[in-house]
C-alpha cells in the first residue's frame, strides 16, 4: 500500500465536491471511472462515503494498480472493482473495452498538469464518448487562466513540470473548455479549492 500524504489531505474536500454534484442521483446506482487513480487512497475512501457508486479505478503504472488492490483488500471496499491498465492518450476504444455510453462520472484527479496535452485530449474524447448523457467529468488539479499562471509559486511549478517533461506543465482551463465542447461536453462550474487548486465540472450534453 503506497501513501500519498496529498492524497489524504485533500480526500474529505473532494469527497464533498462529488456528493454535491451527485446528490440529485443518489436514488439510483451510478458507475465511475477513475483516470490515473494512483495509491488508491482518493478511491476507497470515496466508496466509503458514496455507496450508490460502483467505482472503477484505473492506472497506468503496475506499481499503482497493485497498491490499489491493496486499499481495496484492507478496507474491504464492495463497490470498487479491480484496477484495470487505462492509458488515457489512446482512443476510447483502447480503454479496457469499456462501452460508449457506460459511465455517469469520470474522475481525474491531479492528471492533466503530469500529463501531454494529448492525454488531456484523450481524457476529453473518452468522456465525450464513455459517459451517459448529463453525465460528469471532474477534473482536479492546478490550471492556467487566458496563458496566465498565478501565484508565483505555481508558475515554479510549471516550470519544474516542463523540466521533467516538455509535455508537462498546467493545462488553459479556456484550451480545456475548447477540448470539452467538441467533445459533447460543456464546463458547468469551476469550484475552488485548497492550495490554488480547482475542480473543474464538465456535463455531457
Not at 495509491?39 to 466508496?47: D, K
Not at 480503454?95 to 500529463?115: F, P, R
Not at 501565484?151 to 484550451?175: A, F, M, Q, T
Request: proline content about 4%; charged content about 20%; aromatic content about 10%.
Amino acid at each position: 500500500m503506497l501513501l500519498s500524504p496529498k492524497a489524504e489531505r485533500n480526500w474529505e474536500s473532494l469527497c464533498s465536491v462529488l456528493e454535491d454534484v451527485l446528490e440529485d442521483q443518489s436514488h439510483r446506482q451510478l458507475f465511475a471511472l477513475e483516470l490515473g487513480s494512483g495509491t488508491g487512497q482518493h478511491v476507497t475512501r470515496f466508496a466509503q462515503k458514496i455507496p450508490f457508486v460502483t467505482w472503477q479505478p484505473s492506472d497506468i503504472k503496475e506499481e499503482y494498480q497493485d497498491s490499489i488492490k491493496a486499499y481495496i483488500d484492507a478496507t474491504q471496499a464492495k463497490t470498487v472493482l479491480q484496477p484495470i491498465f487505462l492509458d488515457a492518450s489512446e482512443p476510447w476504444e483502447k480503454w479496457a473495452n469499456l462501452s460508449c455510453g457506460s459511465c455517469d462520472v469520470i474522475i481525474a484527479i491531479n492528471v492533466l498538469q503530469y500529463s501531454s496535452f494529448k492525454t488531456a485530449q484523450g481524457v476529453f474524447s473518452g468522456a465525450g464518448q464513455l459517459l451517459k448523457q448529463n453525465g460528469v467529468l471532474v477534473t482536479h488539479g492546478l490550471f492556467a487562466v487566458n496563458g496566465i499562471i498565478t501565484p508565483s509559486c505555481n508558475e515554479h511549478l510549471d516550470e519544474e513540470l516542463r523540466k521533467l517533461n516538455p509535455e508537462w506543465g498546467l493545462p488553459d482551463i479556456d484550451v480545456l473548455r475548447q477540448q470539452a465542447y467538441g467533445n459533447g461536453l460543456r464546463l458547468e462550474r469551476m469550484v475552488e479549492m485548497e492550495d490554488y487548486y480547482k475542480c473543474l465540472i464538465f456535463r455531457k450534453l
